[in-house]
């Protein structure tokens, strides 16, 4: 099979982590008899400071070419430090999951035997963890009206949702539960908030098209709490993008390190496969930022977007057997050899 897939290394570690998938990626493809065409593309601060736009058209055109995407960090310092900056490379993001309808961010939280006692959370909390968030992406708060008025002194953001937008989602949310463990948790406000409201309603008008699922519905408070007492009890939650970027990255210490979890954007036009952790500028250059999410979000796109299962099999037990024999960079190297995010890569590679 002949790859297309276009590649948005951009801001920080973003480039580092991007090669060590391309060399696993590489690999695999060799290995399997595959063929992967590579078109890089800019994104980010990266972009900014080439061409003043943080998602320019040609990269658009390439990732709409392309039959994925696979894609780092996007982040600087500088426009951290500058609220008052009028172009970020944060707005990349959001233009980019827009025009290519990237609507469900799929984030899968799971633990490693090796690195289970790694976790700051009990190991009888997290045992059997295996959970997965869908996040909806291009709707909500992140996407509403938002200014400032009364001489700036008072400012807003606008939550708005569609019955469109969320069942689209849950639709998704169902169809993976059925593909699981038959066990859907859709997250909301519903006591507060008009938009949770419709979620909820929307969400209760589908179950009776999909009898096999067992669906509960939680406020986000009680699920944030619930994420560190009782991970195991959920299978698949829907919820929206605040509440998502929220709950995700909490979920995501239960393994030990946000340098694990790998993550998936489903989308109209295409799909988008990136690790969950930032630009990380401190560790930029520095050949020590961890690669490993990056490259399971390679497994993810092989299964996700080509259906080739045995070749994402294929990394997925490469990356487990690094992490049991201590093939790892400096945050899990706990006192033990640390190895460069290029060894970690290069070692995965080579044991492909």
């Keep these: 099979m002949k790859l297309n897939i276009a590649l948005l290394a951009g801001d920080g570690i973003g480039p580092e982590v991007i090669d060590q998938a391309v060399k696993v990626s590489d690999a695999v493809a060799a290995k399997f008899g595959h063929e992967i065409s590579w078109t890089p593309a800019l994104t980010g601060a990266a972009a900014i400071d080439a061409v003043g736009e943080p998602y320019p058209d040609e990269t658009h055109e390439a990732c709409v070419a392309a039959d994925a995407v696979l894609f780092g960090a996007i982040g600087h310092p500088r426009f951290d430090n500058d609220p008052s900056a009028k172009v970020r490379p944060e707005q990349g993001l959001l233009k980019m999951r827009q ?15 090796s690195l289970i006692d790694k976790s700051p959370l009990k190991r009888e909390r997290i045992e059997g963890t295996d959970l997965v968030f869908l996040r909806e992406l291009t709707g909500g708060i992140y996407f509403g009206k938002r200014g400032r008025e009364d ?17 689209r989602l849950a639709k998704k949310g169902f169809e993976m539960a059925m593909q699981r463990n038959k066990k859907l948790c859709c997250v909301d406000k519903a006591n507060v908030l008009e938009t949770s409201r419709l979620w909820r309603e929307t969400v209760q008008k589908l179950e009776k098209d999909y009898p096999e699922v067992e669906v509960s519905y939680e406020f986000v408070d009680a699920v944030a709490m619930r994420l560190v007492q009782w991970p195991s009890s959920y299978d698949v939650l829907i919820t929206e993008n605040l509440f998502g970027d929220i709950l995700t990255d909490e979920a995501s210490v239960i393994s030990g390190s946000m340098g694990l979890m790998p993550s998936a954007s489903l ?55 690094s992490l049991a024999e201590g093939v790892v960079t400096e945050d899990l190297a706990d006192g033990g050899k640390a190895y460069k995010t290029s060894e970690v890569g290069t070692w995965l590679a080579e044991h492909i």
Excluded: W
Aim: net charge negative.
């Design 151 to 167: 001489n700036d002194n008072t400012a807003y953001d606008t939550c708005t949702y569609t019955r469109e937008e969320v069942e």
């Design 267 to 321: 989308g109209e036009k295409t799909s988008l496969f990136e690790p969950i952790h930032g630009s990380y500028p401190q560790a930029a250059g520095k050949d020590i930022a961890n690669p490993l999410a990056t490259v399971l979000s390679a497994a993810m796109m092989f299964e996700t977007a080509f259906g080739l299962k045995d070749e994402a099999e294929a990394i997925r037990e490469v990356v487990n057997k």
């Design 99 to 113: 025009k290519l309808g990237l609507f469900a961010n799929v984030r899968p939280t799971f633990t490693f035997p």
